[in-house]
């Protein structure tokens, strides 16, 4: 069973479908030393195990029709599923079945490995994966937020059905979690699978926080003769910090919006890059804010030196008033984006919930207005206080 569990039921009569969202309290950081890679080898295996004997739930609600799929973080694990407004109580009791009472097989357990180390192999060949956890790696060394969500291949080989049974039990059951459900009617069924879900009233597994007691780790990049991802960031806010709204507002002025002062300056201005993006994450020791950047054979030191001085612009002076509206309404556009849908509203609320279940829309939308020029410039100089930069393809 799932201990402390929150329940949200949203009711839409104008929807034909149904988004069904799982979020768990448990993700990548939270995997023993000895074995990495075991959230997300437990959230596959969850999804493909037999139900009741017969088909895993993917397959179930595949031929209702639906989708069904999950995801492991750092810190969290969604399990999720969209179908016919119809089939809404038949999955909800199909998904917390999978998810509370599985029934283990070593023959799915080896099988799924199998996919894991193949996902594994994909990310290792993508540079733009690769970049993303050498630059948490450089930001958090040492610290289980620098770990790899998938484990390495080595970790994910070593995992047997005993060590999976027993993460399942002693760290994914006693986890905090919530549960939301947006369609068409509450389900009947919502007391019952609540019940279900939350079990007895046991005190939630802790999760206390790990002293970042490293300093993000600095090195010059070396550059090989190819075209290279670039990482540039720093530690930002907690989550549940009132701060991390303009760590947002932040990423939004860096993005790959032509609204964005430094889309004006790397594409429009230098032609330095035709593909980047920036975003903020929080957790609970720290936040990691970042800009991604695809550069060309030569171009990385100068895309690196525009990211620098617009950073550096940003926190001498903030602003303007036309780019803070923009940021502001490009936020606010991406968390009212996620209610037009389903199964995207039922994914918003739980991953916030899980962590805050009195969190919504309304009252984070209101904090993304607030943000001011001020607060954004604090933001920039924090950034700057201690920049890490990681490349990746890398010269051996």
Known sequence: MLDHTSISSVVDPGLRTAGICLAVDYGARHDPVEHGGLAHVLE??????????????????????????????????LFHAQVLAEDTEDVLDLLLRAV???????????????????????????PVDVVQDAFLADLFPGHPLGRPVGGTAAQVGALDLTAVTEGHRERLLPSRAALVVVAPFT??????????????????????????????????????????WVAVGARSAVT?????????????LFGGSPSSPLYRLLRGEKGLAYSFQAWDRNYTESGAWRVLVGADTGKGEAVIE?????LEEMATHGPSDVDLDAARRQARSALLFGQ???????RLLARHRVADPAWTVETEEAALRSVTAEQVAGAARQVLDDLVVTIRPERA
């Open 306 to 310: 525009a990211v620098t001085r617009a």
């Open 44 to 77: 596959h295996l969850l999804m493909a195990n037999p139900l009741r004997g017969a088909e895993s739930l993917c397959e179930r609600v595949e031929r209702l029709g639906g989708r069904a799929n999950a995801e492991t973080g750092l810190e969290q694990m």
């Open 240 to 252: 549940g910090a009132t701060e991390r709204h303009r760590f947002q507002i932040l990423a939004e």
């Open 187 to 228: 389900p009947q069924n919502l007391p019952a699978a609540a019940e279900a879900a939350t079990g007895a009233a046991a005190p939630p597994l802790p999760r206390p926080a790990v002293a970042l007691d490293t300093a993000p780790r600095h090195s010059a990049p070396r550059w090989a003769d190819d075209f290279t």
């Open 340 to 346: 037009e849908n389903a199964l995207d509203h039922a």
């Open 100 to 126: 509370t009472r599985p029934e283990h097989d070593a023959g799915v357990l080896e099988a799924e490995k199998t996919v894991v180390l193949q996902e594994l192999a994909a990310m290792a060949a993508d």
